[in-house]
């Protein structure tokens, strides 16, 4: 845990609420940074809108732990307020407020039971990474128990009495990856059709003195529809993501590809690439993040050998959204322009080459754009599975132990005496 973050939990005073650092390597330039999420699991992109945003309630989570990664402006303030409900925590009834300020540096733990809300959200984007507890076998099959994975948000009143939270009993048995990856499936299969808008679930008392859990859900009034750009470039294509719905400009978008995920920060000035990026064994999903008034432009070339579209040029413009993703195929070089205050969300696709190996951080080639002639390459064509992925995940997290010791490499193309190309990587010391 580094200075900044301890300095961050000094106040922090409910048990098992705290801050970590998140491991992120620089891009080469000041506040440019590369920023790994290893894991398999779900992870949720959550957007607020333009228009002023609060909640206006609390949330409690019994078998949630809320892992979030504030992301937007830098000086924004954003309010978080806190209320212990576990009713056999030390802390329990505590109360807690203080500002945020978003950064990709840290990430925020909130544990099941611990009440939350936030003002200030417009124009914030929130990454949920969470966890997920169940309950022990014994609570498991007891008729108290009322609690369900469908029936996990229990909402307070934002003016609620201390005195009149009784306590909760969270979820303590950490879900398997079959949970996760199950959760995945059924998001993936199952959003397109969804018709409600994200549920409340409220405690009532009955006149019999009981007290029962009611879910309250609303009517989705449209769905959500995105005007899509297209591409003369055979399989580069923009896709809508299935989204949940939460108000008129706010919703959460879970990420359920199994592959690990990363985002990539461009600083606050406006940045255009200086080279195309090409991969041979990574295809790109990319979320863009950022204003969705703002305009990046996206440059292409076809270098796929045997392609119907070989070396054919496109250029378009679009605008950022956390509900739209743009698929990038192995072997299409890219380029991207007014990238400035834009964050791209990248959960890709990977294939291996025939001798079913794929290196990270070694597939990239970085081509001039400026270079016209274009070199056709034989893409992989093996597509990664479930163990490889938790393979990479495995890497990544031994690696994320060290501090960073280079920037993010870059890869070149040289020429020997006799005209064949020759991959180089060049990696700057930090």
Not at 85 to 99: D, E, G, I, M, N
Not at 147 to 153: H, Y
Not at 196 to 220: A, M, P, Q, W, Y
Not at 359 to 380: F, R, S, T
Request: proline residues 5%; hydrophobic residues 35%.
């Amino acid at each position: 845990m580094n200075k900044d973050i301890i300095e961050l939990n000094k106040n922090i005073n409910i048990v098992g609420l705290h801050w970590i650092s998140r491991w992120r390597v620089n891009n080469g330039k000041k506040d440019f940074y590369v920023v790994p999420f290893a894991t398999t699991y779900p992870i949720n992109i959550i957007y607020h809108g333009k228009s002023k945003f609060k909640y206006g309630q609390y949330g409690i989570h019994l078998g949630q732990q809320d892992t979030l990664t504030f992301l937007g402006n830098k000086n924004q303030k954003i309010l978080a307020k806190f209320i212990d409900c576990r009713k056999y925590s030390p802390t329990f009834k505590s109360v807690l407020s203080f500002y945020i300020t978003p950064s990709s540096s840290r990430t925020l733990i909130i544990p099941p039971g611990v009440a939350h809300t936030f003002h200030h959200l417009e124009n914030i984007f929130t990454l949920n990474s969470y966890t997920l507890f169940l309950p022990k076998i014994d609570r498991l099959f007891s008729k108290d128990l009322t609690w369900s994975p469908n029936n996990d948000v229990i909402n307070l009143p934002e003016d609620i009495n201390i005195d009149d939270i009784e306590g909760y009993e969270p979820m303590t048995e950490e879900a398997s990856d079959l949970v996760y990856h199950r959760i995945a499936d059924i998001q993936s299969e199952g959003l397109n059709k969804h018709a409600f808008l994200h549920s409340e679930t409220r405690k009532i008392r009955l006149d019999n003195g009981d007290n029962v859990n009611l879910r309250f859900r609303e009517k989705i009034a449209s769905n959500l529809k995105i005007l899509l750009p297209l591409s003369t470039i055979l399989g580069v294509e923009f896709r809508q993501i299935p989204t949940m719905q939460t108000g008129k400009e706010s919703g959460i978008v879970p990420l359920t590809r199994k592959s690990p995920m990363y985002l990539v920060e461009h600083g606050d000035e406006d940045y255009n690439f200086d080279s195309y990026g090409l991969h041979l064994g990574q295809e790109d999903h990319l979320t863009f993040l950022g204003d969705p008034s703002r305009e990046i432009t996206l440059k292409l070339v076809d270098m796929r050998k045997g392609s119907a579209t070989l070396f054919y040029e496109d250029e378009i413009t679009f605008n950022p959204s956390p509900n739209m993703e743009l698929v990038i195929p192995c072997g299409i070089a890219h380029a991207l322009f007014n990238m400035g205050n834009i964050i791209t969300v990248n959960r890709p696709v990977i294939y291996l080459n025939k001798e079913k190996e794929y290196i990270p951080g070694h597939d990239v080639i970085d081509w001039e754009i400026a270079n016209k002639n274009y070199q056709a390459y034989n893409i992989n064509k093996i597509e990664a599975d479930l163990d490889y992925y938790q393979f990479i995940v495995s890497k990544q997290k031994e690696i994320m132990k060290q501090q960073p010791t280079h920037h993010t490499p870059k890869s070149i193309v040289l020429y020997d005496k006799n005209n064949k190309p020759i991959k180089v990587l060049i990696k700057e010391k930090v």
